[in-house]
């Protein structure tokens, strides 16, 4: 019996991302980017109005209100896909859509209801001025040339995974097709003497087939392309001829017939025509579970094909799929992200785990009080496909536990979460160690203030193990906490802090998600226990030593020098110290085929 992990290792070792082809853009969603896109064009392509008003020059509103209004001359209207074929002087004014170029000589726009327009209309007054009721600034209302994207700007780097923004993007390009890794095609074949299809009518002894429509659908839902051949039946010769129709296929995925049954011939024809791979994997439901190639025939394309044999229950169909079919789509689809999102729920009821297989349970999971809990979906028999259609999410009970009771925390994945939902963005950490008085604070302004001039969004933590400044007794924010509040907000001008009592000291990874996501470093001194990344501050005044142990460290900033095999960087020098962080954990953090980190250029 192999583990879970050992069988997906081996069925993603053999698969391979596909070649890339050149595809419509309403036929990519969901598919990988394979080139880099930049712009040919502005866009906006011309400097033009944000909204419904009056081009014009700010100089000639100076002073503008409702008392006492600037009149203007209108000297031309200009509508959203024409161009202005008047100039913009002093004392005059161009009416203008939204989405219209700016006339020439306007540097803003007054929006009609920033003008007497409806009361010049409604009272039949002189058209041909305007009154202006409010001072403009130089660029009020005007969406400047090239604001959105420059000429010349990459736009999608290869890898992105494109979503309805990105095919979006692409047409505002002007792309009408994009270059992406192509769709996998998947063979699907049911097997079973008991099988007839969807349409004929039950008689004694059979059953519907059912798992060439749910594979089917788990194929689309992870972007490849099904291939239905039908039920094969229990036989050598039946299987190995439908099988064959699957072969030019780039995956082949059975169902049945890899069990100890007399009449589990799926393996044989394995045996037979491919390579076997695997036959058990330390699960349940699915253990019986078959990885191989299948040689493609003579004559046809040459190579091999992947081959899983699922375990026919449809229950146990489906669990394999999630666990190994979907991840080898992916990865053929280019895709880099292939574990499905898991979150940690509270259990609801007990599951026992009888034979040491990592179970996975089907559960309800929804989220109460800032919580998510995981409801067990009644009878898991590996045939009750109603259990799966009930849950939305895997609770996953190792193989080394004998359970689970009420109450306890159970890891979760979720079956209808995207697997780029799992990668939710996380701030890059490195936290500042070493011996107190070494100037691990004095490295921490130093690098605040570096990445800020680099145009980063930084947070900082510190932990105050005397407790805090802003809580001290007599405070009126001290007061509510004694008098039992179980939190406390305090707010002034421009500022926000958040007092909560807890019941247990917090690790750092509970405190750092409360940063939020849009930070793109979070600096902590401290934590040495911690596991993120650490930079030790070595001073030789206090000693050769180091706090924490150099496997422990990322980079030791010392003034002296030391005899370990780690990289160091001198004290003081904050630039090589930050291009350290940046490069390490900064740009790595946002190097997934997104848009290229959100740092300002550095003039
Ligand atoms: P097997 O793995 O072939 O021994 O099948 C195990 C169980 O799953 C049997 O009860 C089969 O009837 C059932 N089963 C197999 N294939 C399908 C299918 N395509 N649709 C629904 N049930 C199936
Ligand atoms: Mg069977």
Redesign the pocket.
């Known amino acids: 019996m192999i583990s879970v992990e050992e069988a997906l290792k081996r069925v993603l070792d053999y698969v391979e991302v596909l070649e890339p082809e050149r595809r419509s853009i309403l036929d990519c969603l969901g598919q990988v980017l394979a080139e880099d896109v930049c712009s040919t064009i502005d866009i906006p392509p011309l400097d033009n109005s944000a909204m419904d008003g009056y081009a014009l020059r700010a100089k000639d509103t100076r002073g503008a209100n409702e008392s006492s209004p600037r009149y203007l001359v209108v000297v031309g209207e200009v509508a959203a896909g024409s161009m202005p074929t008047k100039k913009v002087g002093p004392g005059t004014a161009i009416r203008i859509m939204t989405g219209a170029p700016l006339p020439e000589g306007a540097d803003s726009v007054v929006r009609f209801e920033d003008t007497d327009e409806v009361s010049r209309k409604s009272s039949g007054g002189d058209l041909s001025q305007i009154g202006i009721l409010c001072q403009a600034k130089k660029g009020l209302n005007v969406r400047c040339r090239g604001e959105d994207i420059a000429r010349g700007d990459l736009i999608l780097k290869a890898g992105k995974v494109l979503r309805p923004q990105e095919i979006g993007v692409l047409a505002s390009l002007g792309c009408s097709n994009a270059l992406v890794i192509r769709r996998p095609v998947v063979a699907i074949l049911?097997?079973?003497d008991?099988?007839i299809g969807v349409d004929e009518p039950l008689t004694p002894g059979k059953?519907?087939?059912?798992?060439?429509y749910t594979i089917a659908a788990e194929v689309s839902r992870y972007g490849g392309i099904p291939k239905i051949l039908g039920i094969g039946r229990d036989s050598v010769q039946s299987l190995t001829e439908k099988i064959d129709e699957g072969l030019d296929a780039d995956m082949l995925i059975t169902?049945?017939?890899?069990?100890k049954?007399d009449y589990?011939m799926v393996k044989d024809v394995l045996a037979e025509h491919g390579e076997v791979g695997f036959w058990t994997v330390c699960m349940k439901p699915g253990k019986?579970l078959a990885f191989g190639v299948m040689k493609k025939v003579e004559g046809r394309r040459k190579g091999k094909v992947p081959h899983l044999g699922l375990?026919?229950?449809?229950v146990s169909a489906m669990i394999t799929f999630e666990q190994f079919a979907r991840p080898a789509i992916l990865k053929m689809m280019g895709k880099k992200i292939l574990a499905k999102p898991a979150i940690r729920a509270i259990i609801e009821d007990d599951v026992v785990n009888t034979d040491g297989r990592r179970l996975f349970a089907r559960v309800i999971v929804t989220r109460r009080g800032g919580q998510y809990h995981a409801s067990p979906t009644g009878p898991q028999g590996s045939?009750i496909l109603t259990s799966m259609a009930k849950a939305n999410g895997l609770a996953v009970i190792p193989e080394s536990s004998r359970g689970v009771k009420a109450g306890d925390m159970v890891d979760v994945q979720m079956l209808d979460w995207g697997e780029e939902q799992g990668e939710v963005k996380t701030v890059p950490i490195v936290s500042i160690v070493g011996k107190s008085r070494s100037g691990k604070t004095v490295l921490m302004e130093q690098l605040i203030a570096e990445f800020k001039r680099r145009g980063y969004k930084v947070a900082a933590l510190k932990h105050s193990r005397g407790g805090m400044e802003i809580d001290h007794p007599g405070k009126d924010s001290w007061r509510y906490a004694q008098a039992g509040s179980d939190a406390v907000l305090i707010s002034s001008p421009y500022k926000l802090a958040f007092i909560k009592s807890l019941d247990h000291d917090l690790d750092i990874e509970e405190i750092l998600p409360l940063f939020g996501p849009e930070f793109d470093l979070a600096l902590v001194e401290g934590f040495k226990k911690s596991k993120i990344p650490k930079i030790e501050v070595h001073r030789k005044g206090l000693g050769d030593d180091l706090l924490c142990s150099p496997e422990e460290l990322s980079v030791i900033v010392t003034d002296g020098s030391l005899d370990i095999d780690i990289p160091q960087l001198p004290w003081g020098d904050t630039v090589a110290i930050a291009d350290f962080i940046e490069k390490n954990y900064v740009l790595k953090s946002q190097d997934s085929g997104s848009l290229p980190p959100r740092r300002k250029r550095v003039r």
Not at 207 to 212: A, G, P, R
Request: proline content about 12%; glycine content about 24%; aromatic content about 0%.
């Open positions: 049911a097997t079973g008991e099988l059953i519907h087939d059912s798992n060439t169902s049945g017939g890899v069990s049954g589990d019986p375990p026919g229950n449809p045939g």
